[in-house]
C-alpha cells in the first residue's frame, strides 16, 4: 500500500556532482577527522577549523532544497553520503545532523513561505544551528505523552516546559519547539510546533550532558518560562501540526540513522581486519585462525545486508512507495547489527580493544545510542508490525 507523500520531491543532484561530493567527503572524513578522533574524545569538542571547513563543503546543508543555498541530495544520495560521514565518530555527523535532519526537514516540509524564506538559507549556510525539541523526561519514543504548553495570548503564544535530551541545544539558534496548544486534547492530538530563537527571553539551556559515548556531540536540557512567540512563528501558520511534524521528520531520520550505522560497522570492520592482520599469536597472524575469520565474515555479511536494506528502503522513501516500513525496517536492522559488529571488534582485538586509545573501544560505546534515539528498537517494532497488520507491505 502506497504511503500518502506529505514531502516535496527531489531529484538530487546529478550522478557527477554526487560523485565529486562523495569522494570529496569521504577524503575530508579519512584525512581531517579520523586523525583528530582522540583529541575530539578527550576535549568533547569538534575542532572549529573542521566545524568551518565543514560549512564550506556545505555539510550544514546537504538535505535542504538548492533554492534555499541547500545541495538538495534525495534519500538515495543521503544515505550513500551518510556512508562516508559515519566512517568517523558520530559526533562529527551530529554538528549538522539537526540541519539537515529531524529540524530542518520540520521546516522543509512544513515551513510557510516566509518561514522557509527567513531560516533555511541560514540552516544551510550553517550561519544557524538548529535544534529538534521534542523529548521530555516522560515523552521520549512515543512523543504523543509531552505536556509542554502553548497557550494563545493575543497575536504570541507563551511556552511552558522543558525538555531533555536536545542534540545542539548548547550551540543552537533556533529550535524546533514542539507543544501542546489544547490543553483538552490527550495523545497526539492537540499537539503544534513553533520556531523559537534560543536567545528569547525565557529560554534557559541546561549544561552539557556527560554521556557514554559520542563525546563531541553535546546534548542538554532546555527549559521554557513565559517565552513568548510571534504567531508567525508558529510552524505551518496553523495549530496541531506538530505530531504529522515530528513523525515526518523521524521517519526521514530514521533511515539517515541506518545509513550511519553502515558507516560505523564498515569503519570497524576496516580497523578489524588490519589489527587481525598484524596481531599475532603463536607466531602467526591471529587472522589465519579460522574462529577469528568466523566472526569477521559475520561482520561482512552483517553489514552488507543492512547497506542493501537501507539503499533499497532510500529507493522506496524517493519514490513515495514507502515512508514508514522501510525507515523502521533499516534503522532497527541496521542499529542492532552494528552493536553486533562493534562487539566482535571488540572481542577481535581482545585487551586492546578495551583500551581507550583503540578505535573500537570507542566504537563500542558510540554503538550502543543508536538502538535508543529516534525511536528505539523496541518502537521500530511497533511501527513495523503495525505497518504489516495493515497491509502496507503489499
Request: proline share 4%.
Amino acid at each position: 500500500m502506497a504511503e500518502s507523500n506529505p514531502y516535496p520531491m527531489t531529484d538530487g543532484v546529478d550522478d557527477e556532482t554526487l560523485q565529486e561530493i562523495l569522494a570529496t567527503v569521504r577524503a575530508y572524513v579519512r584525512e581531517k577527522v579520523v586523525p583528530r578522533e582522540l583529541e575530539i574524545e578527550e576535549t568533547d569538542e569538534i575542532p572549529q577549523e573542521i566545524r568551518d571547513e565543514s560549512a564550506e563543503m556545505g555539510l550544514f546543508g546537504w538535505a535542504i532544497p538548492e533554492e534555499f543555498g541547500g545541495l538538495g541530495l534525495n534519500a538515495r544520495q543521503d544515505a550513500l553520503l551518510a556512508f562516508e560521514l559515519g566512517y568517523t565518530t558520530p559526533s562529527y555527523r551530529s554538528l549538522f545532523g539537526t540541519n539537515n535532519g529531524i529540524a530542518g526537514q520540520v521546516l522543509v516540509n512544513y515551513g510557510t513561505d516566509e518561514q522557509k524564506q527567513e531560516w533555511l538559507p541560514k540552516i544551510a549556510s550553517g550561519e544557524a544551528i538548529a535544534s529538534f525539541a521534542l523529548t521530555e523526561a516522560d515523552a521520549g519514543s512515543d512523543p504523543s505523552g509531552l505536556t509542554t504548553k502553548a497557550v494563545k495570548d493575543g497575536d504570541d503564544y507563551i511556552i511552558n516546559g522543558s525538555k531533555r535530551f536536545i542534540t545542539n541545544a548548547a550551540m543552537s539558534d533556533v529550535l524546533m519547539v514542539f507543544a501542546r496548544t489544547d490543553p483538552n486534547a490527550t495523545g497526539s492530538k492537540g499537539i503544534s510546533v513553533f520556531l523559537v530563537p534560543t536567545a528569547s527571553e525565557g529560554v534557559t539551556v541546561g549544561p552539557r550532558d556527560k554521556k557514554m559515548g559520542q563525546a563531541g556531540a553535546w546534548t542538554s536540557e532546555i527549559f521554557f518560562d513565559d517565552v513568548r512567540v510571534p504567531s508567525a512563528y508558529l510552524v505551518g501558520g496553523e495549530e496541531e501540526v506538530g505530531f504529522r511534524a515530528a513523525m515526518a521528520s523521524l521517519n526521514k531520520g530514521r533511515l539517515h540513522i541506518g545509513a550511519i550505522c553502515v558507516g560505523q560497522a564498515t569503519r570497524i570492520l576496516d580497523d578489524t581486519i588490519e589489527h587481525a592482520k598484524n596481531a599475532q599469536q603463536g607466531g602467526r597472524p591471529i587472522a589465519d585462525f579460522q574462529l577469528v575469520q568466523a566472526m569477521l565474515a559475520d561482520c561482512y555479511t552483517e553489514l552488507q545486508a543492512a547497506r542493501s536494506l537501507v539503499l533499497d528502503s532510500a529507493q522506496r522513501w524517493d519514490d513515495g512507495t514507502d515512508r514508514k516500513l522501510g525507515p523502521s525496517s533499516s534503522k532497527l536492522y541496521a542499529s542492532e547489527m552494528l552493536g553486533r559488529v562493534a562487539d566482535r571488534g571488540v572481542q577481535v582485538h581482545g585487551g586492546m580493544g578495551y583500551m581507550r586509545e583503540t578505535s573500537v573501544e570507542r566504537f563500542y560505546r558510540h554503538a550502543r545510542l543508536f538502538r535508543i534515539y529516534e525511536g528505539t528498537s523496541e518502537i521500530q517494532r511497533l511501527v513495523i508490525a503495525r505497518q504489516l497488520i495493515k497491509g502496507a507491505h503489499k
